[in-house]
């Protein structure tokens, strides 16, 4: 092909001396990885333990090849710089970077990555393309298990310029910027994701329109051509330009966001309510399967190839508005992918960054004043350096053994399910599951139409009537927030299961204390920087903004004080008010 781009063996070079990145695994994500690293001068060494892999690798570059980022390349000069190495101990050896592509299995990962870092250079970047497993996880056989980080592309990672960049909790100072800054270099477009949420952000967004495509299928609304007319001639037009919020922004005219949200966000709250979840039964996705033939064709290297045609044009134009931006127009967004880093624009200086603080919640997941704390310093993690780590405290185990009415026993013991779905999901798939399947259940207990949405209008002889009718209407949220979270469903077993009670002990004796009683202790708990917990602040409803930052201003120099003991103030108030909705 004597039009074909040839790289420079020096193009680009990963931190240190050496241009050897290994990839492990030759599926459809290590081709793509492949095929750009080849694009960029790098050398690749690639274990697979597959006998014909190096034809599996041709064959995939002879599809990938032509649509490069830069122009097309010739297979036999890209094959030049591959070796095939089934080993993974020695394909690892001397390699400045190794990006991993195995099945998403954690045992087969943690085992692998044991495998690598014993192998692999001390300073050599161990990266993972999985696209739900946490990087802590599949450290957790290694000595040093913070040098695992995700780099999770979006398919084909060879064009599209997304990867999602997830550290470890023990990550070393500066990894996650010698992690970006190697992306950057190969042309991707590399997004730190802040907190380790399951899935991640990208694959999220995408399963919520997934759902809503296939309920629509399914129920005859379009056809699946149409649909996917729809979308490319709509929301993916405008996705393509600017991001679901700045969209909507846009939408609001002069008033921006806050003026398309304040005239929709109740009907918004009833829409999401209503959406369907379509059954997937083996025969559903066999239909599916068959329409999709029937409409696109079986030809994968035929359409994959125009795919990445359509994907490169639209790359490609919007470089050259973004090249004819004068220089003080150009957003501080995330640099375009074909771009090398010599040639970026720099940087405007960022502001000191503010101190950073933990934080350690212990709430209930059905106590509504746990949830409006919830809220609120959720609120509070998105205004001001906070990371918050979620745990559960069982109000039921608080209060087991303590004389009280039939009545509030009754109700007591229906407060056992939802917190031991939360023990047994956190023990089965680590703490980051927690905070998600926290905000999936407590959005349909305290939300609009929630279970305890009658209980507001009850009479007080009707009232405790009125909670266990709501407690006992828990199960099917539950499953729905399971199945929100991509958590297995039959996670739904633990709530009549007192084997997770010694669980629910453990995390309540987690607490810290300063000598205090165990009897003090309630729902929210909250310990700042892994001083002594605090119950409270027990708030009676969300405070959102500024007003969420200054309470926790406030709540943390008091928190902070070893004076502190106690601050109680009466609103008069007969209900908590759990959602922004019953404010106004």
């Not at 991640?200 to 995408?206: G, T």
């Not at 629509?216 to 929301?235: F, N, R, W, Y």
């Not at 992918?337 to 212990?362: G, K, L, T, Y």
């Not at 949830?371 to 609120?379: F, G």
Request: glycine fraction near 8%; aromatic fraction near 6%.
């Amino acid at each position: 092909m004597s039009s074909a781009v040839q790289p420079s063996e020096d193009a680009v070079r990963p931190p240190g001396e050496r241009n050897v990145v290994a990839v492990i695994g030759a599926g459809t994500i290590g081709l793509g990885w492949i095929a750009l690293f080849l694009s960029r001068g790098l050398r690749v060494r690639v274990n697979s333990r597959r006998p014909d892999a190096e034809r599996v690798v041709r064959e995939g570059l002879a599809v990938f090849a032509p649509t490069l980022p830069g122009g097309a390349a010739d297979v036999d000069a890209l094959m030049q710089r591959v070796e095939f190495e089934p080993d993974v101990a020695r394909a690892v050896r001397g390699a400045a970077v190794v990006q991993e592509n195995a099945p998403d299995d954690l045992a087969l990962k943690q085992e692998l990555f044991r495998t690598v870092e014993r192998a692999a250079p001390a300073e050599a970047l161990l990266l993972s393309s999985t696209s739900k497993l946490l990087p802590d996880d599949m450290g957790a056989l290694m000595s040093e298990p913070g040098r695992v980080v995700v780099g999770h592309p979006f398919n084909p990672p060879h064009v599209v310029p997304l990867v999602e960049v997830v550290g470890g909790r023990h990550a070393p100072a500066g990894l996650i910027d010698e992690v970006t800054a190697f992306y950057r270099a190969v042309g991707k477009v590399p997004v730190v994701v802040r907190k380790p949420v399951p899935r991640f952000v990208a694959n999220r967004l995408q399963s919520a329109l997934l759902k809503e495509s296939v309920h629509l299928v399914q129920e005859g609304v379009v056809t699946m051509a149409e649909l996917d007319a729809v979308v490319t001639h709509s929301i993916g037009l405008r996705w393509a330009v600017v991001g679901p919020f700045e969209a909507f922004h846009l939408g609001g005219g002069e008033g921006g966001l806050r003026r398309w949200l304040g005239g929709t966000a109740p009907a918004l709250e009833r829409a999401w309510r209503a959406t369907a979840v379509p059954a997937l039964t083996p025969e559903a996705v066999e239909a599916l399967g068959a329409e999709a033939d029937r409409t696109f064709g079986t030809d994968y290297a035929a359409l994959s190839r125009a795919r990445d045609e359509k994907q490169n044009a639209v790359l490609d134009a919007l470089a050259r508005v973004d090249a004819r931006e004068a220089p003080e127009a150009r957003s501080d967004r995330a640099p375009e992918s074909h771009r090398e880093d010599e040639n970026m624009e720099p940087q405007p200086q960022q502001p000191p960054q503010a101190e950073s603080h933990a934080v350690d919640f212990w709430f209930d997941p059905l106590c509504p004043f746990a949830w409006i704390a919830s809220r609120w310093i959720t609120e509070v993690a998105g205004r001001a350096p906070v990371t918050v780590r979620w745990h559960v405290m069982s109000l039921a185990l608080l209060n087991s053994g303590k004389d009280m009415p039939e009545a509030r026993r009754t109700m007591l013991d229906l407060y056992w399910g939802p917190v031991r779905v939360l023990a047994a999901a956190r023990a089965a798939h680590g703490d980051a599951v927690t905070g998600p399947l926290y905000t999936a259940m407590g959005s349909r207990f305290h939300g609009p139409g929630g279970i305890f949405e009658p209980v507001r209008t009850a009479p007080a002889e009707e009232f405790r009537a009125a909670m266990i009718e709501g407690l006992g209407k828990t199960r099917p949220d539950i499953e729905a927030a399971l199945a929100e979270t991509g958590l297995p469903a039959e996670l739904i077993d633990a709530m009549d299961d007192d084997r997770w009670d010694a669980e629910l002990r453990a995390s309540r004796d987690r607490v810290p204390s300063d000598g205090l009683g165990q009897d003090l202790i309630g729902v929210p708990t909250i310990s700042v920087d892994g001083g002594a917990g605090q119950f409270g602040p027990v708030l009676s409803e969300i405070p959102r903004g500024e007003r969420a930052v200054r309470l926790w201003e406030a709540f943390r120099t008091l928190a902070g004080d070893p004076a502190f003991f106690e601050l109680k103030q009466s609103t008069g108030r007969t209900e908590p008010l759990t959602h922004d909705s019953l404010t106004h």
